[in-house]
């Protein structure tokens, strides 16, 4: 029997992109905001001996420029009832249970415990259960320590030293009325007006449904521009401010004193501090090369943003910039990201100037989402408030104006502007 091996040799080639670790660096740089950058560079400087950071001609340790507002931290909900505690009561059993309550709100600042099951279990008494919810109502934030959104309302309404009877009935005797905005059954039940029924629809728009809401334990984040416009002989340019275009100086004199050193790891180590340095020079150069760029595409794309009262917007999509600057669209997006633009008149985020084409009209014409949502905002301020537009009614005005908008989309517009529906607008 002859045996036959047939050895085949197949090639196959396969294409695979190496994030090294210098082009992982690049595009770190190029995600970091303004205030990010000041950080990143001034641990670089603590970092190496050999690197000096100035912004504006300054050192980095001193202030920053005239327009970055430095961070403050805000008190967290539980740290502003905690002082509360200390400084208005003793410590008993009782200011243990308040504390306690404290501890164990969420961050709405409604209690979430199950206070009949602690009474149940006898973990508590009742008289001193409601001892100490009565100590923690009578903290502030209004509100604060209710078991639910009607216990919250009543607890409000409480606070205030002209109580307001009327209100008060409407959210204890016809809460569920209340929740459906059914006001002329409540109106008609009250046996008051509906002038007085406005009124008290008014007052308790101004109640809060989470009043712990306000009280946040991040830090409070702060804007510093990455561009200002400036109008040079009659044309717009945007140019990178001072804390993002900072000079990065080498301490060369120091660096050469210790170039003699025979010592290997002091060589090796005076090698990779120089080498930092000049990455860090080509990546900044780059960062700043990047956004300076996409800033002047967008004042080219945008022109009547910076010049019209109104300040339009056209269309604007993050591949059209891609494609005329010739970089990757996730290049594009990172230089937008977090980084604002100062103007005359405001600062702006880069991404904002950037929105879809909603439709096209007969003559041609792209309108962008902003746009819509101005039209939107115009029908609303002129409707009459007896009878506000519905969500049907905005969009055939806008067809009327030759958008083809859905009613659905429509009510999401109208949401991320912050304006109630029809229901909830109207006025008696």
Same mark, same amino acid.
């Given at each position: 029997?002859?045996?036959?091996?047939?050895?085949?040799?197949?090639?196959?080639?396969?294409?695979? !992109?190496?994030?090294?670790?210098?082009?992982?660096?690049?595009?770190?740089?190029?995600?970091?905001?303004?205030?990010?950058?000041?950080?990143?560079?001034?641990?670089?400087?603590?970092?190496?001996?050999?690197?000096?950071?100035?912004?504006?001609?300054?050192?980095?340790?001193?202030?920053?420029?005239?327009?970055?507002?430095?961070?403050?931290?805000?008190?967290?909900?539980?740290?502003?009832?905690?002082?509360?505690?200390?400084?208005?009561? /003793?410590? $008993?059993?009782?200011?243990?249970?308040?504390?306690?309550?404290?501890?164990?709100?969420?961050?709405?600042?409604?209690?979430?415990?199950?206070?009949?099951?602690?009474?149940?279990?006898?973990?508590?008494?009742?008289?001193?259960?409601?001892?100490?919810?009565?100590?923690?109502?009578?903290?502030?934030?209004?509100?604060?320590?209710?078991?639910?959104?009607?216990?919250?309302?009543?607890?409000?309404?409480?606070?205030?030293?002209?109580?307001?009877?009327?209100?008060?009935?409407?959210?204890?005797?016809?809460?569920?009325?209340?929740?459906?905005?059914?006001?002329?059954?409540?109106?008609?039940?009250?046996?008051?007006?509906?002038?007085?029924?406005?009124?008290?629809?008014?007052?308790?728009?101004?109640?809060?449904?989470?009043?712990?809401?306000?009280?946040?334990?991040?830090? $409070?984040?702060?804007?510093?521009?990455?561009?200002?416009?400036?109008?040079?002989?009659?044309?717009?340019?945007?140019?990178?401010?001072?804390?993002?275009?900072?000079?990065?100086?080498?301490?060369?004199?120091?660096?050469?004193?210790?170039?003699?050193?025979?010592?290997?790891?002091?060589?090796?180590?005076?090698?990779?501090?120089?080498?930092?340095?000049?990455?860090?020079?080509?990546? !900044?150069?780059?960062?700043?090369?990047?956004?300076?760029?996409?800033?002047?595409?967008?004042?080219? /794309?945008?022109?009547?943003?910076?010049?019209?009262?109104?300040?339009? !917007?056209?269309?604007?999509?993050?591949?059209?910039?891609?494609?005329?600057?010739?970089?990757?669209?996730?290049?594009?997006?990172?230089?937008?990201?977090?980084?604002?633009?100062?103007?005359?008149?405001?600062?702006?985020?880069?991404?904002?100037?950037?929105?879809?084409?909603?439709?096209?009209?007969?003559?041609?014409?792209?309108?962008?989402?902003?746009?819509?949502?101005?039209?939107?905002?115009?029908?609303?301020?002129?409707?009459?408030?007896?009878?506000?537009?519905?969500?049907?009614?905005?969009?055939?005005?806008?067809?009327?104006?030759?958008?083809?908008?859905?009613?659905?989309?429509?009510?999401?517009?109208?949401?991320?502007?912050?304006?109630?529906?029809?229901?909830?607008?109207?006025?008696?």
């Amino acid at each position: 029997m002859k045996l036959r091996q047939d050895a085949t040799l197949q090639q196959k080639q396969q294409g695979k !992109l190496i994030m090294t670790q210098k082009m992982q660096q690049s595009i770190q740089m190029l995600k970091f905001n303004a205030s990010e950058l000041h950080d990143y560079l001034s641990q670089i400087e603590l970092d190496n001996p050999f690197v000096a950071v100035s912004f504006n001609g300054s050192p980095s340790g001193q202030p920053l420029p005239d327009f970055v507002t430095p961070p403050s931290k805000t008190s967290s909900l539980f740290d502003y009832l905690l002082d509360q505690v200390n400084l208005t009561m /003793r410590k $008993t059993v009782l200011r243990d249970w308040v504390v306690y309550f404290v501890q164990n709100l969420d961050q709405n600042g409604y209690l979430k415990l199950d206070t009949k099951k602690l009474v149940r279990d006898k973990k508590i008494d009742q008289t001193t259960l409601d001892d100490a919810l009565t100590l923690l109502w009578r903290l502030d934030p209004p509100g604060v320590g209710a078991r639910d959104l009607q216990e919250c309302l009543l607890l409000q309404i409480e606070s205030e030293r002209g109580r307001d009877d009327l209100a008060y009935c409407v959210i204890a005797e016809h809460f569920e009325l209340f929740t459906q905005s059914k006001w002329e059954q409540i109106a008609k039940k009250m046996a008051i007006d509906l002038k007085q029924m406005q009124a008290l629809i008014d007052y308790l728009k101004t109640l809060s449904a989470a009043p712990g809401k306000a009280y946040d334990q991040s830090e $409070t984040a702060y804007i510093a521009p990455d561009l200002i416009v400036k109008n040079i002989n009659g044309t717009l340019q945007a140019e990178s401010t001072t804390l993002v275009k900072p000079r990065i100086i080498f301490r060369k004199s120091y660096y050469e004193s210790l170039v003699g050193e025979l010592d290997q790891s002091v060589s090796d180590y005076l090698k990779e501090k120089k080498k930092q340095y000049q990455t860090l020079v080509a990546e !900044l150069a780059q960062r700043q090369s990047t956004i300076e760029r996409v800033g002047a595409e967008i004042l080219a /794309r945008q022109p009547e943003f910076f010049t019209a009262p109104d300040h339009p !917007l056209k269309p604007m999509l993050l591949r059209d910039v891609a494609q005329k600057l010739q970089l990757h669209e996730s290049t594009v997006s990172r230089a937008v990201n977090g980084k604002y633009l100062q103007t005359d008149f405001g600062i702006f985020e880069l991404r904002s100037f950037f929105s879809q084409a909603i439709n096209t009209d007969q003559a041609g014409n792209e309108t962008s989402v902003d746009e819509v949502y101005k039209k939107i905002q115009a029908y609303i301020e002129a409707e009459d408030k007896h009878k506000p537009l519905s969500d049907q009614k905005l969009a055939e005005q806008l067809q009327s104006d030759g958008l083809k908008v859905s009613r659905r989309t429509v009510a999401k517009y109208r949401e991320k502007l912050n304006i109630a529906s029809s229901s909830k607008r109207k006025r008696f």
